[in-house]
């Protein structure tokens, strides 16, 4: 979820001339499973480093640039895995929130990071920074671990039951959320509450009035920066979107509105002959965070049920001066296996009819394009295509 469609986009790109600055993560894994190899992306999930475990020790160090979109705190994204190749580890959806195995890190000189694979559980020491994120660590583990019980426990009643384990795995995550959202408080001048508050903004089971009330939590200093006021701006995307979410025009059971749109390829796609047995799609933006942490887990679901009938149309709502970075974009994310069309400016005017008010949004379809289902986040999304494609 993020802006308004009709916005000025005010993102500002990487500073070149930043002089970047070092880091050292000197890490630990115990516990019975194995792993080879740690890997540390950055915001924007591009690898700064790969390194070998050798007897349950690792050491990821070099440099980063602390100047990044939007002005988000620099960040790293650590991952376990098996995996010899980076490729690999982003498409299988290992960098996923909802995933074991990967910590956020808040980029500083000397860190200490020490992974337990028995109880699947994060150890995160650092500066100022890095102990409080360690406090939010602590709670994205709780909330894996306990999802994990209760499908397991589902499982020994019922296990065709996956809508009882999306409403339970909601129910948690507004658990882990109101947590989060007391740590905010408690922590409003720490730039890892800042990048933690997008979980805040984005779940559906949290009002708008909690959304704006913990991001007026935040110190001054940090709502004044340039990504406080980004998020700001999602903050009010929620708002509106609450509105308008009571009445919305476009719902399950009615058919998706015909459009036509040029596609990377610069041709003419028209929707009538586009739509497979179910087609998801997606309206998203270059420079939507969210939208694009979510390609990985559109790209592992366009591959396990492209064979059964499913495709992914990607719908780009960037300005009409943006389409160069989409093209970049939609080959640096490997977003090639979809169909991505372009809607700048939303020239065809489907965006305003859908009365889109934020992105991520998208819509699940069937081959008349009559409206299965919206908003489909990670595992929820091939959730629902093992009900429709057993």
Not at 50 to 74: D, M
Not at 237 to 262: A, H
Not at 290 to 303: F, K, M
Not at 354 to 365: D, E, G, H, Q, S
């Amino acid at each position: 979820m993020i802006r308004l469609l009709i916005i000025i986009a005010c993102a500002v790109g990487l500073n070149v001339n930043a002089q970047e600055k070092p880091f050292r993560i000197d890490g630990e894994v115990k516990g019975a499973d194995v792993f080879k190899y740690v890997y540390a992306f950055d915001n924007e999930y591009k690898l700064i480093q790969r390194s070998e475990i050798k007897e349950g020790r690792f050491l990821l160090n070099g440099t980063y640039n602390p100047v990044h979109k939007f002005g988000e705190p620099a960040f790293s994204i650590v991952v376990l895995s098996n995996e010899d190749n980076s490729d690999a580890v982003v498409s299988d959806g290992s960098l996923s929130n909802r995933k074991h195995h990967n910590c956020r890190v808040m980029l500083e000189e000397k860190i200490s990071l020490q992974y337990n694979t028995d109880t699947r559980s994060f150890l995160l020491d650092g500066g100022a920074p890095n102990k409080v994120q360690n406090k939010f660590v602590k709670v994205n583990t709780s909330y894996r671990n306990r999802r994990d019980s209760a499908y397991a426990s589902l499982d020994k009643i019922n296990t065709n039951d996956e809508a009882a384990k999306v409403a339970e795995a909601k129910r948690l995550f507004k658990e882990a959320v109101d947590q989060m959202i007391k740590l905010i408080g408690e922590n409003s001048d720490s730039e890892a509450s800042l990048i933690n508050i997008m979980p805040v903004i984005i779940n559906q089971l949290t009002s708008a009035a909690e959304v704006e009330e913990t991001f007026n939590r935040l110190s001054d200093r940090l709502k004044s920066s340039e990504y406080g006021i980004n998020i700001k701006r999602d903050v009010d995307d929620r708002i509106r979107m609450e509105r308008t979410s009571g009445n919305p025009p476009y719902t399950v059971g009615m058919k998706f509105p015909d459009f036509e749109l040029m596609d990377n390829q610069d041709k003419m796609i028209k929707s009538i002959n586009s739509f497979s047995k179910y087609t998801l799609i997606d309206f998203w933006a270059t420079w939507c965070g969210p939208c694009r942490q979510e390609t990985p887990n559109l790209i592992v679901a366009n591959s396990k049920f492209k064979e059964k009938g499913f495709k992914v149309i990607t719908i780009s709502i960037d300005e009409n001066s943006a389409q160069k970075k989409w093209l970049e974009v939609i080959e640096s994310d490997k977003m090639s296996t979809f169909i991505n069309l372009f809607n700048g400016n939303d020239r065809s005017g489907l965006a305003k009819e859908l009365k889109i008010v934020a992105i991520p949004t998208n819509f699940l379809v069937d081959s008349t394009g009559r409206i299965i289902a919206m908003n489909l986040r990670g595992s929820e999304l091939q959730n629902k295509l093992k009900e429709l494609m057993p």
